[in-house]
């Protein structure tokens, strides 16, 4: 059980990683309720003495969901100069969320009591250029397996369409059309015909009913305004044929499914999205065994030239950033019996939309030319360049492929040899 004081950093860190991420509204609510929390509201208590681990549990997201909530429905215009991008200076957004929480206490409280549930059909385009790599490499056929699936959004990657740096995949009358930023040479243009998609949850969501939209809408930041017409679409698309989602244990499940026998011809996926760091650590060592038993392959995890550099101001970023490269070389270890490699990337300077975000935000709180700061930051890499995203997923399709074969246990960087980071 950790501490009061541990409980309120947890927002600040939840804020710094959303700063990051090109999320300042978010951000900005995540510090103004930690200055706005006391023991005299029921969320204030209930934050102060949370029993579990708050980063771990997402504490600060299960409140900001309360938050934007009430603030989609119209009942806390209090709130409403922070989620317009009006209002930054951190003690007015405490007020609000103070006047806020005066009038909706119980309700706010009640948003502790589960997990938010992020469910995005864009982080189906990373899987779908996953598959055509593996397509290009095992043939067109798929049965793609999901843990964690929540309410089922991304089960419906065989329904949408994609736009992938210009390669195409997906119906083309389907009505979400998924087209992620893209810089540099996009993935193999290759046929993907997916079999069947099946998914499970310890607590799947039903999107269709009206609550669980507005709490899957609710957990989206409000920073990324694409979300919400992109998730409200695919919600309409499970309503017209509902998906294959299972109620049940994610350990419990993999073990009987990878145990069925597997059709000739046909690739087996097993795949999440941002589910793995929930599940008990026991769950986690059978479906890892479960992957061992069903036989060779590759896991590519993606850490950060940060852990080299290091970044002030984020050191929660950092430090599991630097987990994940233990666990990658330890797990290389212990996969390396059953042909299991297991490697980490390194991004460096990304070219990136997020990237520019922050460059223009520390060049307005400095007052000086984004181009200036740009450079002062590219002075401390060795190549003096940015790296684009499809670097990034051409070192990741190496690694998975047999040119690699006996390539495990390694931390690679690809950043231009990064230096310093401050």
Same mark, same amino acid.
Do not use: C, H, K
């Given at each position: 059980m950790a501490d009061a004081d541990t409980n309120l950093q947890a927002f600040e860190a939840q804020a710094q990683y959303c700063d990051a991420n090109d999320a300042p509204i978010t951000a900005r609510l995540c510090r103004g309720i930690a200055a706005a929390i006391d023991a005299g509201t029921e969320t204030g208590r209930r934050i102060l003495a949370w029993p579990g681990a708050p980063i771990a549990d997402a504490l600060p997201l299960r409140t900001v969901g309360g938050f934007h909530a009430l603030w989609r429905d119209g009942r806390a215009r209090d709130l409403d100069a922070l989620f317009q991008g009006r209002e930054a200076d951190r003690e007015r957004i405490a007020g609000a969320v103070r006047a806020t929480l005066e009038a909706h206490d119980a309700e706010i409280a009640t948003w502790l009591g589960g997990p938010p549930q992020t469910n995005e059909p864009g982080r189906s385009a990373g899987l779908m250029a996953g598959l055509l790599v593996l397509a290009r490499r095992f043939g067109p056929r798929f #049965?793609?397996? #999901?843990? %964690? /699936? /929540? $309410?089922?959004?991304?089960? *419906?990657?065989?329904?949408?369409?994609?736009? *992938?740096?210009?390669?195409? $995949? %997906? +119906? $083309? !009358?389907?009505?979400?059309?998924?087209?992620? #930023?893209?810089?540099?040479?996009? +993935? +193999? !243009? $290759? =046929?993907? #015909?997916?079999?069947?998609?099946?998914?499970?949850?310890?607590?799947?969501?039903?999107p269709t009913s009206a609550e669980a939209e507005r709490r899957l809408l609710a957990y989206i930041w409000a920073d990324h305004a694409i979300r919400f017409p992109r998730v409200a679409a695919a919600i309409d698309m499970i309503r017209e044929k509902p998906v294959m989602l299972d109620h049940g244990d994610a350990a419990d499940w993999v073990e009987a499914r990878l145990a069925e026998p597997q059709q000739a011809g046909v690739t087996r996926v097993l795949m999440h999205s941002i589910v793995w760091q929930y599940i008990p650590a026991a769950g986690q060592a059978r479906i890892e065994a479960a992957m061992r038993a069903a036989g060779e392959g590759a896991i590519i995890n993606i850490s =950060? !030239?940060? =852990?080299? =550099? %290091?970044?002030?101001?984020?050191s929660a970023y950092v430090a599991s950033k630097w987990a994940l490269e233990g666990l990658t070389r330890n797990v290389a270890r212990e996969f390396g019996p059953a042909g299991i490699r297991v490697n980490a990337i390194r991004p460096g300077f990304m070219d990136t939309e997020r990237m520019r975000g922050l460059m223009a935000r520390a060049a307005e709180r400095l007052q000086r030319p984004v181009a200036e700061i740009e450079a002062e930051a590219l002075g401390y890499i060795s190549m003096r360049t940015k790296i684009q995203p499809s670097e990034i997923g051409e070192m990741a399709w190496f690694l998975a492929s047999d040119a690699a074969r006996h390539i495990t246990a390694q931390i690679i960087g690809v950043d231009g040899n990064a230096e310093w980071e401050g």
């Open positions: #049965e793609l397996l #999901e843990i %964690g /699936s /929540s $309410a089922g959004l991304n089960l *419906l990657i065989d329904r949408y369409r994609f736009d *992938l740096g210009g390669v195409m $995949a %997906g +119906p $083309a !009358a389907s009505p979400v059309l998924i087209r992620p #930023e893209w810089r540099g040479p996009p +993935p +193999p !243009a $290759a =046929t993907v #015909e997916i079999e069947s998609v099946r998914g499970v949850d310890i607590q799947p969501i039903d =950060t !030239a940060s =852990t080299v =550099t %290091g970044l002030p101001g984020r």
